[in-house]
């Protein structure tokens, strides 16, 4: 599958911010999706921000962004998006969608993900 990601820039804090990965390679309809969201700020390690489950659409966020972040999807465009509220200063960080966890359960998103896309660039301006 090859992810593309897009709709990062600037903002300030307080401002908003939808993030789009649109999947291709795979038709959505034919093939389970489970995608997240991870970011990667300067000199940290990447983290995981939220994902989506393919069979009931059931959702994930990281601590620090849950009530602010929501996850969702659109088959027909086989797209994910990541609508961010309420960003701080400590949100920016280049992002990446991902797909193709490496292991089933529970915990599916904090496992890691087999596919990635480039990654966009979310800064936020205090």
């Known amino acids: 599958v090859q992810l593309q990601a897009s709709g990062g820039g600037l903002v300030q804090a307080g401002g908003s911010l939808r993030l789009s990965c649109a999947a291709s390679g795979r038709p959505f309809g034919s093939y389970r999706y489970d995608m997240g969201w991870l970011r990667q700020a300067p000199g940290k390690e990447r983290e995981f921000v939220a994902a989506i489950s393919w069979t009931d659409d059931s959702t994930y966020y990281a601590d620090s962004v849950k009530g602010r972040f929501t996850i969702s999807r659109d088959n027909a465009k086989n797209t994910v998006y990541l609508q961010m509220n309420s960003l701080k200063p400590e949100d920016m960080a280049v992002y990446y969608c991902?797909?193709?966890?490496?292991?089933?359960?529970?915990?599916?998103?904090?496992?890691?993900?087999?596919?990635w896309g480039q990654g966009t660039l979310v800064t936020v301006s205090s």
């Open positions: 991902a797909a193709d966890p490496l292991e089933y359960g529970s915990n599916w998103y904090a496992a890691g993900f087999g596919s």
